[in-house]
């Protein structure tokens, strides 16, 4: 478990918890530990995700499965969401209740979220409605719920909860959007993980849907014919990129994660709070947007 987190990490939902306490007047010293009960949570799994993934490397580190075998990795994230949990024993009762509700709505989502990920790897019949339930689900509703928890520690309106949880969610859907596209064009160097892993695995990601929708009928045919082996061959990558690349679905990816961004800043403006207040959420979605790791 401390291996984990002493990997680092930018712990943009444990700050978002903060942000969101502080934008409505709340109390910081009372978000702090629920603030880390989400970022326990988080690294519990991208633990287990790295078990399923079978990836070497988290942060340009070693996995915690390779380091310290398949079943501690197991044992530690397991351990990791019980710890999450008591972080939030200090709340007020009602604060305690409304925050535990949201929480293990987001936690119950996530798993759901990374089941869907998994089907989907083999699964042929895969539609663009279906890849934005998934990723609502394993990577929105957690940023979702960091906003609405700080909110809910503040004890804001109902309507501000809701607004800023749901800049959260569509937040989440453009950065796993970026996540996705970063995969393939971003620095790999700086992101520390292996080069076009997707396409390794077969994850059905922004960029396939985009290609399959772009594509003539002979390139969707060869997407779909590599999608349907799971191996390191580099070939696979050459001729999947290739694909994507003369599909131009970089930008058209782009123009998407902005899209969900404005989707987002709208609901920010639906917040009863002075405009200087919302400047910050304003930067932390450019930063979102512009990440290179």
Request: glycine share 6%; charged share 30%.
């Amino acid at each position: 478990m401390n291996y984990i987190m002493s990997l680092g990490g930018k712990r943009i939902r444990p700050v978002m918890v903060l942000m969101a306490c502080d934008m409505f007047g709340g109390e910081l010293n009372d978000a702090i530990k629920p603030a880390l009960g989400l970022e326990f949570f988080h690294n519990y799994s991208l633990m287990h995700d790295d078990i399923m993934d079978r990836a070497p490397l988290r942060r340009n580190k070693p996995t915690v499965h390779i380091v310290y075998g398949i079943n501690a990795g197991i044992l530690s994230g397991d351990g990791l969401i019980f710890k999450s949990y008591k972080f939030f024993e200090d709340l007020e009762d009602q604060v305690f209740k409304k925050c535990l509700k949201v929480f293990t709505k987001s936690t119950i989502l996530v798993c759901e979220g990374q089941q869907y990920d998994i089907n989907f790897e083999t699964q042929q019949n895969v539609t663009f409605d279906d890849y934005i339930k998934m990723i609502d689900a394993k990577t929105a509703a957690l940023i979702s719920s960091a906003l609405e928890i700080g909110a809910l520690i503040s004890k804001t309106s109902m309507k501000n909860s809701e607004a800023i949880s749901n800049f959260g969610k569509h937040l989440g859907i453009a950065f796993q959007m970026m996540d996705d596209y970063l995969d393939v064009f971003g620095d790999q160097a700086q992101l520390g993980k292996k080069h076009a892993g997707d396409i390794y695995e077969n994850k059905k990601t922004l960029l396939y849907f985009l290609a399959k929708e772009h594509a003539s009928e002979n390139e969707v045919k060869e997407l779909e014919h590599w999608y349907q082996k799971k191996t390191d061959n580099i070939d696979k990558v050459y001729e999947v990129e290739k694909i994507f690349k003369k599909n131009k679905v970089d930008e058209k990816a782009l123009r998407l994660i902005k899209e969900h961004t404005d989707i987002a800043q709208s609901f920010l403006q639906k917040t009863e709070i002075p405009e200087d207040k919302k400047i910050p959420f304003i930067e932390l979605a450019k930063y979102l947007l512009k990440r290179e790791s």
